[in-house]
């Protein structure tokens, strides 16, 4: 279903490019309102949209529709968490004064018949 709409949405992609390259540049733009004859372009009648402008529209908006429901079923799910979210939990368990909970080793106990250096004192007193 995914690989399905995500064939479907490359092709509305490339539509939506050819068109808006077979589409005809408009006269004046900007610049014709700022250059001589802005107030026709602002006051004046206009004319019906084009096929092309239409075919435009509405490929805009399929592509929209799409990207967001895409991006909906693209989702993941379940209990997937960042790195970050990770870290974060991690870094709130060790303020809270709980240990994390990594597998730690315990640290070697002397045994009774060994040697044990006593400390010595070497501050130079």
Do not use: C, D, H, W
């Amino acid at each position: 279903m995914y690989t399905l709409l995500l064939v479907l949405y490359i092709i509305i992609v490339i539509l939506m490019a050819l068109v808006i390259l077979i589409q005809e540049p408009k006269q004046g733009g900007l610049g014709g309102v700022f250059g001589g004859g802005g107030m026709e372009n602002i006051l004046g009648a206009r004319e019906a949209p084009s096929f092309f402008v239409k075919l435009t529209a509405g490929l805009g908006a399929v592509f929209i529709i799409m990207s967001l429901f895409l991006s909906y079923i693209n989702q993941p799910r379940g209990m997937t968490k960042s790195a970050y979210q990770r870290a974060l939990e991690k870094a709130m368990r060790q303020q809270a004064g709980q240990q994390p909970t990594a597998p730690s080793q315990p640290a070697p106990v002397p045994q009774e018949n060994e040697n044990v250096p006593a400390p010595t004192n070497q501050g130079g007193q």
